[in-house]
């Protein structure tokens, strides 16, 4: 019987699983094995969730921290390849009448615009990682890794193996 419910993701009440909170549950339309897809990269796009997101905070406060609360209207923003495509997507946004994602632009750069910042501002993230050139090279391969994961594409074990390493390397990178 546990060997059914595996198999074709339906619950016979043997196996005791932590039940998550989840609405896809409600789309019983959708094939087991796509269901049993979405649940392993949902662990994956986690990982990449908290990393973007924790590097945004960290470009936040470091940059402010040097700078002051006015650093994204400072020189140190690049008008041509992080301001203006930030408030492209701000405006693509705002002009679909969606719910904007956040009040701080930060929060419109891509992975790579994020490294961008980074490297461009070395004298400020020096003394934060141990090379400029890891910082590139780590941060090209998540931006590599992060497209499938980003674009609902399913990725293998040796993909995602890639990422558990990249990740750590990521903060091992961190004086």
Request: proline letters at 2%; hydrophobic letters at 35%; glycine letters at 4%.
């Amino acid at each position: 019987m546990s060997r059914i419910e595996n198999e074709y993701g339906v619950r016979l009440g043997v196996l005791k699983k932590e039940e998550k909170n989840r609405k896809l549950s409600e789309y019983e339309q959708f094939e087991p094995d796509m269901r049993r897809e979405a649940a392993r990269m949902s662990e994956i796009y986690e990982v990449f969730h908290c990393l973007e997101n924790s590097i945004r905070r960290l470009v936040r406060e470091t940059m402010a921290e040097a700078h002051g609360a006015d650093w994204w209207d400072s020189e140190r923003v690049d008008k041509k390849r992080i301001h203006e495509p930030v408030e492209v997507r701000r405006k693509k946004e705002l002009d679909n009448g969606v719910t904007l994602r956040s009040d701080e632009l930060i929060d419109y750069t891509t992975f790579g615009e994020l490294a961008q910042l980074i490297t461009d501002n070395w004298d400020i993230f020096a003394p934060i990682f141990s090379s400029k050139t890891a910082v590139s090279k780590i941060t090209n391969q998540l931006n590599l890794l992060r497209g499938p994961i980003a674009h609902c594409n399913v990725t293998d074990e040796m993909e995602q193996e890639r990422l558990n390493l990249a990740v750590k390397s990521w903060f091992k990178l961190m004086s």
